[in-house]
T-cell receptor, first 114, second 111 residues
Framework: DTEVTQTPKHLVMGMTNKKSLKCEQH?????MYWYKQKAKKPPELMFV???????INESVPSRFSPECPNSSLLNLHLHALQPEDSALYLC?????????????FGSGTRLTVV | SQQGEEDPQALSIQEGENATMNCSYK?????LQWYRQNSGRGLVHLIL?????REKHSGRLRVTLDTSKKSSSLLITASRAADTASYFC???????????FGSGTQLTVLP
């Protein structure tokens, strides 16, 4: 299995809702990432997990809450989002090391906040 | 973290022509990676070149790296309509797991 699977593919949520994005990989990668991408912009790094521990939080608002329950799963819990949080959310994974490995990305979750 | 800056921002060519995209970055790197993104989809890793390499090939892709000029180029030969996508470079630095992406080059290959 050489894929990163993200669910759901599309999500519409209200500003008072709580939802979660899910990401799964079975490549044995021990580093996993969340990126946010707005239209016609490059992906922006949000969180990095290394060996299931949060190692980098790029000053992301607390309405985004990541969780890594095991080495194959990465979740992003969403609560009280704003319309400007509408974007494509991408999950990626890689081997841990001297950063000499490419990342494998999922196809993303298209999030719309209404 | 650091990011690359791609040039040009947009490139339109005819099928069969070669496409060249450039990337510049600011600080020392361990490697430089190139990714492709089709509209609204995830990124696909194309090629990684290490800081001690000058050139690397993969199929129709050729990547060069000039660490003295802090620049890299991606050449796609004999382009196809299916190569239409955004291309991003991503400088990788040491063990820091903060891969960031430049603004990208939007390549359009016309049939």
């Amino acid at each position: 299995d050489t894929e990163v699977t993200q669910t759901p593919k599309h999500l519409v949520m209200g500003m008072t809702n709580k939802k979660s994005l899910k990401c799964e990989q079975h490549m044995g990668h021990r580093a996993m990432y969340w990126y946010k991408q707005k239209a016609k912009k490059p992906p922006e790094l949000m969180f990095v997990y290394s060996y299931e521990k949060l190692s980098i939080n790029e000053s992301v608002p607390s309405r985004f809450s990541p969780e890594c329950p095991n080495s194959s799963l990465l979740n992003l819990h969403l609560h009280a989002l704003q319309p400007e949080d509408s974007a494509l959310y991408l999950c990626a994974s890689s081997q841990v090391g001297l950063n000499n490995y490419g990342y494998t990305f999922g196809s993303g979750t298209r999030l719309t906040v209404v | 973290s650091q990011q690359g800056e791609e040039d040009p921002q947009a490139l339109s060519i005819q099928e069969g022509e070669n496409a060249t995209m450039n990337c510049s970055y600011k600080t020392s790197i361990n490697n430089l990676q190139w990714y492709r993104q089709n509209s609204g989809r995830g990124l696909v890793h194309l090629i990684l070149i290490r800081s001690n390499e000058r050139e690397k090939h993969s199929g129709r892709l050729r990547v060069t790296l000039d660490t003295s000029k802090k620049s890299s180029s991606l050449l796609i030969t004999a382009s196809r309509a299916a190569d239409t996508a955004s291309y991003f470079c991503a400088p990788g630095r040491g063990s820091a797991r903060q891969l960031t992406f430049g603004s990208g080059t939007q390549l359009t290959v016309l049939p």
